[in-house]
């Protein structure tokens, strides 16, 4: 007996299906950037509370649940990046990428990366010591916060617009980025966080932290290049030793979250510097174009 093949219309509803799937996931990175933010603003509340206790034990109790709220935070944040990276990676293995994709997938960064983790910054980083204090010092470094971090929030946003322009060029080397991607700068901040979980509450350690937060900033903007990890093809056959390596990965992330994942975002923060460095010290060849991407 022999089998009808699929009808016409079947076939075009399946396409359009496939064309659906990359944007769920962007959806996804959207949905787990406007949780973060909920959560972080959530732990402000609690800050706030803990602050204005009169006994040890609700101040004890409103701080752990603070606390809670900002790892949250910083999970989801986590989350977004898994997202953010499965949604372009369906969209090229499925064939499916469009120009909508692309403009939603910015507009979910910018929530997700560049808001959501410059929210979390400020309230890890800041929010407990203008609880604690209201001297003039601690108002100065809460200003210079609301500067940081909004600074951030515009690199970011730079960087995601660059990469709309560029991304439309032909290139030939996807396997840098130009710019630190702003998936690893919010990663960076969520690692952090996930990995001290308390708040800080000394102006000296909130200095530090805002400059970092400035660095991860100029390092989206900047021209240093970073590994995009685009020419991996999980299609071909893998060695037995990079599947190793992959596996203790996860079961590292899995059973020791907190020093794996904070491992892993400053070794992809200063492997940009490095490269850098090695390049200016051991001259090379001209590469091709890099690939400009969020």
Not at 44 to 54: E, I, N, R, S, V
Not at 74 to 102: E, H
Request: charged residues 15%; positive net charge.
């Amino acid at each position: 007996m022999e089998t009808q093949s699929p009808k016409p219309i079947e076939r075009r509803g399946m396409r359009r299906g496939m064309y659906v799937l990359p944007s769920l996931f962007t959806v996804g990175t959207l949905v787990c950037g406007y949780y973060a933010i909920l959560s972080t603003q959530r732990a402000g509340q609690f800050l706030a509370a803990a602050a204005g206790a009169t006994l040890a034990s609700k101040a004890a109790e409103f701080g752990a649940l603070a606390v809670a709220a900002l790892d949250n935070a910083s999970k989801a944040i986590g989350w977004a990046i898994v997202f953010d990276g499965l949604d372009g990676r369906i969209a090229r293995l499925t064939n499916t990428a469009s120009p909508f994709g692309r403009e939603l997938d910015s507009l979910a960064d910018v929530i997700a990366f560049g808001v959501a983790p410059a929210v979390l910054a400020y309230v890890w980083g800041v929010r407990a010591i203008g609880e604690l204090s209201s001297s003039q010092l601690i108002q100065n470094i809460r200003e210079v916060a609301w500067i940081l971090t909004f600074a951030y929030v515009i690199c970011g946003a730079a960087r995601l617009a660059r990469f709309n322009i560029e991304t439309v060029k032909p290139t030939s080397d996807r396997r840098f980025f130009v710019g630190m991607p702003i998936p690893a700068a919010a990663g960076f901040v969520a690692a952090v966080v996930h990995f001290w979980k308390q708040p800080l509450t000394t102006w000296s350690f909130a200095l530090a932290w805002l400059v970092m937060v400035g660095i991860l900033g100029f390092l989206m903007v900047s021209r240093m290049r970073y590994y995009s990890f685009k020419a991996l093809d999980l299609r071909k056959r893998r060695s037995y030793l990079a599947i190793i390596v992959i596996g203790m990965i996860i079961g590292g992330i899995w059973f020791f979250s907190e020093p794996v994942l904070l491992t892993l975002a400053i070794t992809y923060a200063i492997s940009g510097i490095v490269l850098r460095i090695t390049s200016r010290i051991r001259p090379h060849p001209p590469a091709p174009e890099e690939v400009h991407a969020a």
